[in-house]
Each structure stands twice: as structure tokens, then as C-alpha cells.
């Protein structure tokens, strides 16, 4: 199973809890992704943490990742075979809304 999405907020705080947000959603629809949540969540903190710091600008990222598996449909049991996981963060001129 896949999933991509991308986000933009008003700093780095901001954007990594949106992206916590979408990956809830993502795990609500794919349960399977539970397991490989803190990934991403940990990988677009890191990836954020790594922008200049400039609170004129907003903070965008992209996410895709997606699991393949055999055996076990259960969520937690599944033998995962390949992972996937791809993050882009970057600097965008504040979005006036």
C-alpha cells in the first residue's frame, strides 16, 4: 500500500504537526502504515530541522512512502518485505490566505 501527500504551514513546528495529522489519516484508511509512521514523522522533523530559519517564509513537504508485505493482513503482523519512504522539505514564500 502507498500513499503521498504534501503540506505546507508557517515554520517547522507547524508543518511536522500537519504531517502527523495527514499520517493519521493515512493510518486510519491503511492501518498498515502504523508501522512505518514514526519514520516519517521522524524523517520530515529532520528534514525541516535542516531548512534556514526564517520566519518570513513558510515550510513545505512532501511525503510518499508505501509498504509491501506478505503473509499476515493483521495490522503489526504483517512480514514486510520492502519499505519505501521519500521526504522533501523546502522554503516557500509565505502563502497569504
Not at 502504523?34 to 518570513?56: F, G, K, N, P, Y
Amino acid at each position: 500500500m502507498s500513499y503521498s501527500f504534501s503540506v505546507t504551514a508557517p515554520g517547522k513546528d507547524a508543518v511536522v504537526r500537519e504531517v502527523k495529522e495527514q499520517m493519521a489519516s493515512v493510518v486510519a484508511g491503511q492501518p498498515v502504515h502504523a508501522r512505518d509512521q514514526d519514520l516519517i514523522e521522524t524523517s520530515v522533523a529532520s528534514a525541516a530541522a535542516l531548512l534556514a530559519d526564517d520566519a518570513s517564509r513558510d515550510v513545505g513537504v512532501a511525503v510518499c512512502g508505501s509498504l509491501i508485505w506478505s503473509g499476515e493482513n493483521e495490522p503489526g503482523k504483517e512480514s514486510l518485505e520492502s519499505v519505501s519512504v521519500s521526504v522533501t522539505a523546502w522554503l516557500s514564500a509565505r502563502t497569504v490566505k
